[in-house]
T-cell receptor, first 117, second 112 residues
Framework: DTGVSQNPRHKITKRGQNVTFRCDPISEHNRLYWYRQTLGQGPEFLTYFQNEAQLEKSRLLSDRFSAERPKGSFSTLEIQRTEQGDSAMYLC???????????????FGQGTRLTVV | TQLLEQSPQFLSIQEGENLTVYCNSSSVFSSLQWYRQEPGEGPVLLVTVVTGGEVKKLKRLTFQFGDARKDSSLHITAAQPGDTGLYLCAGSRGSTLGRLYFGRGTQLTVWP
């Protein structure tokens, strides 16, 4: 296991279609995060999980967006009825949380570039 | 409005020069991370600082966390073309890492 893995790396879709992205975290990491990054901006937080529980969701995550982590391992992010404004890089990160870990760190995957045409 | 303001937004320098990138906020952070990102790739973690006044060195890179944990700086000595990239600071406000608040980044270009 060499890091966080995201698939696909690139996705082009027509407006109105649904898309799903997958993220496989670093194997021993119990937390998984989704971020979105548009050109010229830093990543914006979408949501995160600890094991299978979704602990926080951003207001950016509209009703068309849903994320799951059913078995506490990989996660999927689905966007329904895509819009041109959804075009962005979708980034996944993972970290290991424990009460004893003072310096928790998040490691990012290579991202999925979504283009809505 | 960004919780973390980075400056400068763009930096173009010659190989061998020194530079400093700043990351400022009016909010207190429990930890702050610096990442470097290449075009089309995800951010790569450089360092995490958690204690006010903490200084960490990574070869030619020196990172400092402000005493009040509201700001941070990244200093690069004798920059090289391989240092070219987007430098992002990101802060955590909770008792655990949780959500990270990112700055807009500093695009550094080092010319040979």
């Amino acid at each position: 296991d060499t890091g966080v893995s995201q698939n696909p790396r690139h996705k082009i879709t027509k407006r109105g279609q649904n898309v799903t992205f997958r993220c496989d975290p670093i194997s021993e990491h119990n937390r998984l995060y989704w971020y979105r990054q548009t050109l010229g901006q830093g990543p914006e937080f979408l949501t995160y999980f600890q094991n299978e529980a979704q602990l926080e969701k951003s207001r950016l995550l509209s009703d068309r967006f849903s994320a799951e982590r059913p078995k506490g391992s990989f996660s999927t992010l689905e966007i329904q009825r895509t819009e041109q404004g959804d075009s962005a890089m979708y980034l996944c990160a993972s970290s290991f949380y424990s009460r004893a870990e003072v310096r928790e760190e998040a490691f990012f995957g290579q991202g999925t570039r979504l283009t809505v045409v | 409005t960004q919780l973390l303001e980075q400056s400068p937004q763009f930096l173009s320098i010659q190989e061998g020069e020194n530079l400093t990138v700043y990351c400022n906020s009016s909010s207190v952070f429990s930890s702050l991370q610096w990442y470097r990102q290449e075009p089309g790739e995800g951010p790569v973690l450089l360092v995490t600082v958690v204690t006010g006044g903490e200084v960490k060195k990574l070869k030619r890179l020196t990172f400092q966390f402000g005493d009040a944990r509201k700001d941070s700086s990244l200093h690069i000595t004798a920059a090289q073309p391989g240092d070219t990239g987007l430098y992002l600071c990101a802060g955590s406000r909770g008792s655990t890492l949780g959500r990270l608040y990112f700055g807009r980044g500093t695009q550094l270009t080092v010319w040979p």
